[in-house]
């Protein structure tokens, strides 16, 4: 008998016909009755003490119910790693910065009022550029940083400085390395701001019921940190705060930190128990929200005469902004693994976050990859240049593999790296039909990278089998596009046995779904896999032994198919899942056993911190991913455009639960760096002011800027032996590759480089200008 | 000053009173409670917000509501029938092409404008067809395959 499997599968997206109907319920889709709007009153200048806040004005608006200042609220910090926000603040640090908040019946009051709030301000001098920040003496943005509360391992803060935190790695000698080397190569590079781009700008709705308890309805990517970040920020236990998160469109990393809610949750506490909505416009959520971070980074690389890397160093400079936010966490993790995905002897890494006056930085699709990889495969070009060697070759030869131990000290369990460079290079075959036209160039180049994903979040999910045999699975996974539903859908519709129609996957209510910190690091499928399968089995367990006594057959010749629990002896002796969903009654009406639920949590056993001077631990990571890309490109030498004709990308995903989903994370996450890699860039004056927020100043790709071919391959020779069926995570390498593979195509194109993102036609035509010498920085 | 204004909506006559220099927009998700037609930016350049004006595909956060008066307007609403998805919804499924799901009204509707007109769109025409729609997911690929998906389907 032939049992329908759905783990492998091309299975469409659980909640694809609301999306395509516009049925789907985003946050700014929520209307609830008496509700008001708020909008936020934000700081006019990059770094300045609010001196004197009127109020009188704004107060007369017509439909104003509330404005709220710092003045209004103790001052609590919160924050995602580092507690150096409060809701409403005194001492702006950025240019946008929260001051206060304004609530009316209708959103053009609230602007209104808002507008006519008067703030007089002592203007403090402010610092834009993350390396002046480093040293600076003068400057410093949060004075009392040292007293802050932080996570250990995320805020290795220097007193009196900018520094949140510095990550060390310290492995071999790399001074000898460097002696020993045939072959020094060394760099700088820069990388601008940039937006997460996400279509459905933050919006949210908080209510307050006269208990005291607040409800919050956002488009986030954790529920389970948000309420943390309110229940800290507000001053309320959790047991007072729900959080419910709403279908969420577009988050990329800018939706995983607490932002707006807690501005309007705070001032929803003076708005008679009404519900308050705040929807951020696109000018708003792109001046004064969030970005990836800015970074200027220094590679030294040693290698020997055979084409071995020997020694690496490198220093990294992120920029905050002018909170702490994930930053902290960007530079720990992308310290960590800056150095690729090499098999180097000798690494010293510094990786600091520094506080700039700066909107704030956050965490962004891969943080760190896309821009670490620029820099170092770029390097690794050059050095296969110098020695003649194919940059394919020379890959090879220092790629990781499985069981060597990585920068950290990490022994790996599954790599497929080579695997992953062998099959883009086979598949993007001799190179594609060069130009007619002369002034166009064709190039092509390679990039690979690898990805950590995260140690310490436990995730908990729960299953409930309904009265009539179907399955409703309450996830801790933040489905935002990515496909989590679905793949949780599949992996559990084989646990159990039943069809995938039999299961819904309901969104997270902190209240009764099972803890999850969130959608990051490309965790959810190996993390809340896992928790699921568990769930699923002990879901299993409860109801074999039930389906035992029912049909009075051991439970060891018991299995589930299709919704039945039937005997394996004897396939025609079966009952349906319903019959056990409320334990077993017997003939003279008692009960045993009861509704049936199945719980599963996943942690991660072996993990374990990096020691703080070397940076050495022996699995920060639950486990590592690996890609490799091959670029084409074309480009004008007279106008300096540069069009990607081709991407061929093959990601190292252990298993592809769903291979349809995981393209869709390939290509997109390639679109998304090919704009990266052209022309985002956030432009920010002198002031701290942006320049650019809107979406025809800052473009992002459209269908036009896509290359005409994009192969997109999961690999699967190295099933992780703990992932779910052996699965890792695709959604953030996809990123990490296009903007080094088409720096690495532009150079062999032109015999230029170009270490600067992005790579618009101005630095193209500048650096055609000075051909020599071939670098230019 | 707030009016009457009467339009063709989803194959229905509609008589609402609204702001006619509102944006058609506001006036379908704030006055007709149609949440279906999404904003992206408000400035015309994601197409989020696309409707099917008098057989145009347009930018509602740019048309004023003035110019709804006798208008036969069309939104994501409107396109399913009788219980049954319009072949575009259905290939977009198929394709994949739904990921966070934000930017796909606006592109089915650009999509539904796009083949009214040309029927089977070559490559070049797929793509100056929806260039003014932006989506930061799926890296357009599973876009393309749906609307080739139900150039396939209409065909039939």
Redesign the interface.
């Given at each position: 008998m032939s049992v329908k499997k759905y783990v492998g599968e091309?299975i469409?997206?659980v909640?694809?016909?609301?999306?395509?109907?516009?049925?789907?319920?985003?946050a700014?889709?929520i209307?609830l009755p008496g509700m008001l709007y708020a909008v936020m009153i934000r700081s006019e200048y990059a770094h300045a003490v609010v001196k004197d806040i009127d109020l009188s004005e704004a107060l007369k608006v017509e439909g104003v119910v509330a404005i709220v200042t710092y003045k209004d609220f103790p001052e609590l910090h919160f924050g995602t790693y580092v507690h150096d926000q409060v809701a409403f603040t005194e001492h702006p640090k950025y240019v946008g910065d929260p001051i206060g908040a304004a609530a009316a019946e209708t959103e053009e009051a609230a602007e209104k009022a808002a507008s006519l709030v008067r703030i007089k301000y002592e203007v403090l001098p402010h610092i834009l550029n993350p390396e002046e920040a480093f040293k600076s003496k003068e400057i410093i943005i949060h004075p009392n940083m040292h007293t802050y509360k932080g996570y250990a391992g995320f805020f290795n803060f220097k007193k009196g400085t900018n520094i949140p935190n510095h990550l060390k790695v310290r492995k071999g000698d790399v001074e000898k390395g460097f002696a020993e080397a045939d072959y020094v190569v060394e760099s700088r590079i820069t990388i601008p701001p940039i937006y997460?781009?996400?279509?459905?700008?933050h919006a949210c709705v908080c209510k307050y019921d006269p208990d005291g308890r607040l409800t919050v309805q956002s488009t986030t990517q954790g529920p389970f940190l948000l309420r943390e970040m309110l229940s800290t920020a507000i001053g309320l236990p959790m047991n007072r705060i729900t959080v419910v998160h709403t279908?969420?469109?577009?988050?990329?990393g800018g939706k995983i930190s607490g932002n707006i809610e807690i501005r309007a949750a705070a001032i929803a506490q003076k708005c008679e128990y009404r519900p308050v909505k705040m929807v951020l416009?696109?000018r708003e959520e792109w001046e004064t929200v969030y970005t990836r971070q800015a970074l200027v980074g220094y590679y030294k690389t040693g290698v020997s005469k055979d084409g071995k890397i020997i020694a690496r160093k490198v220093t990294l400079y992120w920029d905050a902004g002018a909170y702490a936010d994930y930053e902290v966490s960007v530079a720990r993790s992308a310290g960590y693994m800056s150095a690729g995905p090499y098999d180097i002897p000798n690494i010293w890494i510094d990786s600091y976050a520094i506080y700039t006056n700066k909107l704030v930085a956050t965490a962004y699709r891969g943080f760190g990859c896309s821009e670490t990889t620029f820099c170092y495969e770029q390097d690794m070009d050059i050095i296969a240049d110098k020695f003649g060697l194919d940059p394919v070759k020379f890959r090879l030869k220092n790629a990781l593999e499985r069981g060597m131990e990585n920068a950290t000290g990490q022994r790996l369990r599954s790599c497929a790296l080579k695997d992953c460079i062998n099959l883009v290079n086979e598949k993007a075959g001799r190179e594609t039909k060069k130009s007619e036209n002369d002034g166009i160039k064709r190039g092509r180049g390679i990039a690979v990278m690898h990805k950590f994903t995260v140690h310490t979040v436990p995730t908990a999910d729960i299953v409930k089998l309904n009265e009539d045999g179907t399955i409703t699975l309450e996830t801790s996974a933040v489905d935002?596009?990515?496909?989590s539903n679905t793949v949780m859908a599949q992996i559990l519709a084989d646990v159990l046995g039943i069809g995938i129609d039999k299961i819904t996957v309901v969104p997270i209510n902190t209240d009764y779904s099972g803890y999850g910190w969130q959608t990051a690091a490309s965790s959810k499928t190996f993390f809340n896999g896992n928790s699921t399968i568990r769930a699923g089995l002990d879901l299993r367990r409860k109801i074999l032994h039930y389906g035992s006594m029912v049909l009075h057959i051991p439970e060891s010749d018991l299995a589930t198919r299709d919704g039945k629990i039937y005997s394996l002896s004897d396939p025609d002796k079966s009952i349906p899942f319903s019959a056990v969903s409320l334990g077993v009654f017997n003939e003279e009406g008692g009960q045993y056993g009861g509704p049936v639920i199945g719980y599963g949590v996943f942690t991660v056993e072996d993990g374990s911190f990096l020691d703080t001077e070397t940076g050495q631990g022996r699995k920060p990571s639950a486990f590592w991913m690996f890609a490799a890309m091959i670029a084409e490109v074309e480009v004008n030498t007279e106008t300096g455009n540069i069009r990607v004709v081709r991407f061929v990308s093959a990601n190292d995903v252990g298993k592809a639960i769903n291979p349809?989903?995981v393209?869709?994370q390939i290509?997109?996450?390639?679109?998304?760096g090919l704009g990266s890699a052209l022309f985002e860039e956030v432009l920010i004056n002198r002031e701290g002011k942006v320049m650019n927020a809107?979406?025809?100043d800052y473009k992002?790709?459209?269908?036009?800027d896509?290359p005409d071919e994009?192969i997109s391959i999961p690999v699967e020779t190295q099933p992780h032996p703990d992932g779910p069926f052996g699965a890792k995570g695709v959604g953030e390498p996809a990123m990490a590759c296009p903007a080094a593979a088409i720096a690495n195509a532009v150079a062999d194109a032109l015999g230029v480089r170009i270490y600067s993102m992005p790579l618009t036609p101005e630095k193209i035509l500048d650096a055609l200008e000075k051909k020599s010498p071939k670098e230019v920085r | 000053m707030k009016r009457d204004i009467k339009c063709t909506i989803n194959g229905r006559q509609r008589t609402f009173y609204a702001d006619p220099c509102a944006s058609v927009l506001d006036v379908l998700?704030d006055v007709l409670?149609?949440?279906?037609?999404?904003?992206?930016?408000?400035?015309g350049?994601?197409g989020?917000c696309t409707i099917i004006w008098n057989g145009k595909a347009v930018n509602s956060c740019l048309l004023l509501a003035n110019r709804m008066e006798n208008a036969e307007i069309w939104?994501?609403?409107g396109?399913?029938k009788d219980g049954e998805?319009h072949p575009i919804?259905q290939a977009?499924?198929?394709a994949?092409a739904?990921?966070?799901?934000?930017?796909?009204?606006g592109f089915?509707m650009r999509i539904k404008a796009m083949l009214e007109e040309n029927p089977d769109p070559t490559d070049e025409e797929?793509?100056?067809g929806?260039?003014?729609?932006?989506?930061?997911?799926?890296?357009?690929?599973?876009?393309?395959d749906a609307v080739k998906i139900a150039v396939k389907k209409q065909r039939r």
């Open positions: 091309n469409t997206d909640r694809s016909v609301n999306k395509v109907t516009g049925a789907t319920q985003y700014a889709d209307n997460h781009g996400n279509i459905e700008t279908a969420v469109g577009g988050g990329f416009s696109r935002i596009g990515q496909g349809k989903m393209q869709g290509n997109g996450g390639a679109i998304q809107n979406m025809h992002m790709p459209t269908i036009g896509c994009m | 998700r409670h149609l949440m279906g037609t999404k904003e992206g930016c408000g400035t350049d994601c989020a939104t994501i609403e396109l399913m998805l919804q977009f499924i198929e994949g739904t990921q966070c799901g934000f930017c796909n009204p089915i797929i793509t100056q929806l260039v003014g729609n932006i989506c930061r997911c799926t890296g357009y690929k599973a876009i393309r």
